[in-house]
C-alpha cells in the first residue's frame, strides 16, 4: 500500500482551500503532476496507487472529491467507486487511458459525476474539480431551501426537495450530476437545449471540448429513466420529452 500524504499549502484566499482530494492513479507521472497543480490550486490533497488503498484512505481521510483512474492494480476504479460511494456519496472525476463509451457509461453508472480521457490538460482537469465541488455546495443550498412541490411529467417525477426521482411510481437512483441535468431539461420541457447550453447551466463550463461528456450522460441518464424521454435533435441538442396534452 502507498503511503499517502497531504497538502496543507495554499492559503484561505485560494477558491479550493481545505477542500480534501484524493488522488487514485497508479502511474507515478500523472499523479505528481495532478497532485501539484491541485495543490497549486490551495486544495489538500493525498494519493494512492491501488485499489485496496484508495478505499482505506477515503474511509480515513473523508475527502471532499475524488479523482480516480480507471484501471489500477488489486481492484479497478469501478470498484473504488462502488466501495467509496457505499461509505458516503463524494463527487467522483473519472479518468480513462481509452476513449472507450463503454468505459464511460460504466463509471457514470457506479456513481462517477464525470470523466477524463488521457490525455488532459491540468489546466481543464483543475476546472472540473472546481465545477464538480460547486455542484455540492449547490446541491447543499437547495437542500435547505427547497422549491416546493413536485414536478410531474407523465409517468416521470421530479421532487426537488429531496432530489428524488420516480419513474411509475419507482424510485431511479440518479448521480447528482444527472440529477441536475434532467432538472434542466425539465425546466423547459420539449425545448431544444443544445449541448453547449447544457454544458454551461449543469456543469459551468464552458469549453465546447466537454461536449462528449453531455452525450455521454444523456445516454447514462436515457437507461435510467427511459431512451424515448429524452429526444435528440441531430446537430442541436437534447428535449426532455413530455405526454401530448
Known sequence: MEQTHTSQTGTTATPGAQRRVLVVEDDATIVDAIAAR???????????????????????????????????????GLEVCRRVQAQRPVPVLMLTARDDETDMLVGLGVGADDYMTKPFSMRELAARVHVLLR??????????????????????????????????????????????????????????????QLLAEVWDWADASGTRTVDSHIKALRRKIGAERIRTVHGVGYALETPTP
Open 38 to 76: 491541485l495543490r497549486a490550486e490551495g486544495f489538500l490533497v493525498q494519493t494512492a496507487s491501488d485499489g485496496p488503498a484508495a478505499v482505506d484512505t477515503a474511509e480515513a481521510w473523508q475527502p471532499d472529491l475524488l479523482i480516480l483512474d480507471i484501471m489500477l492494480p488489486g481492484f479497478d
Open 135 to 196: 455542484r455540492v455546495e449547490r446541491a447543499a443550498l437547495a437542500a435547505t431551501t427547497p422549491r416546493s412541490g413536485i414536478l410531474r411529467l407523465g409517468e416521470l417525477e421530479i421532487d426537488h426537495a429531496q432530489r428524488r426521482v420516480r419513474v411509475r411510481s419507482e424510485d431511479v437512483h440518479l448521480t447528482p450530476t444527472e440529477f441536475d441535468l434532467l432538472v434542466c431539461l425539465a425546466n423547459t420541457p420539449r425545448a431544444v437545449l443544445s449541448r453547449e
